[in-house]
Nanobody, 129 residues
Framework: QVQLVESGGGLVQAGDSLTLSCAAS????????MAWFRQAPGKEREFVAARSRSGTNTGYADSVKGRFAISRNSAKNTVYLQMNSLKPEDTAVYYC??????????????????????WGQGTQVTVSS
């Protein structure tokens, strides 16, 4: 049974930093591209960041580029999202997702939610102004 468990969310002030973690189990971690998505109230789920299964390639939404960083630790089957210079518009539920990308290059990652096979339950991030 595949499980993705997020942690690290909370209430912070604008300008603060926060690190989210996502522990994966029940899957071969190295076979999956990993990503973070977020969903704010009344809005659609949107792509935030992803890292390929090779660990080499990364991608970010324009809204977080230069502020957020995604990393993965294969020894711990964990993916992280380091968030700096947080803004009130970053407030959302953040979801970890895993995508098996065998049909693509090891350096590939998707940016669409339908490309992802497994999802975590989400962790709330609230940024006050």
């Amino acid at each position: 049974q595949v499980q993705l468990v997020e942690s690290g969310g909370g209430l912070v002030q604008a300008g603060d930093s926060l690190t989210l973690s996502c522990a994966a189990s029940g899957l071969t971690f190295s076979s999956y591209a990993m990503a973070w998505f977020r969903q704010a109230p009344g809005k659609e789920r949107e792509f935030v960041a992803a890292r390929s299964r090779s660990g080499t390639n990364t991608g970010y939404a324009d809204s977080v580029k230069g502020r957020f960083a995604i990393s993965r630790n294969s020894a711990k089957n964990t993916v992280y999202l380091q968030m700096n210079s947080l803004k009130p518009e970053d407030t959302a539920v953040y979801y970890c997702a895993a995508s098996q990308t065998y049909s693509h290059s090891p350096n590939y990652f998707g940016t669409n939610h339908y490309e992802y096979d497994y999802w975590g339950q989400g962790t709330q991030v609230t940024v006050s102004s």
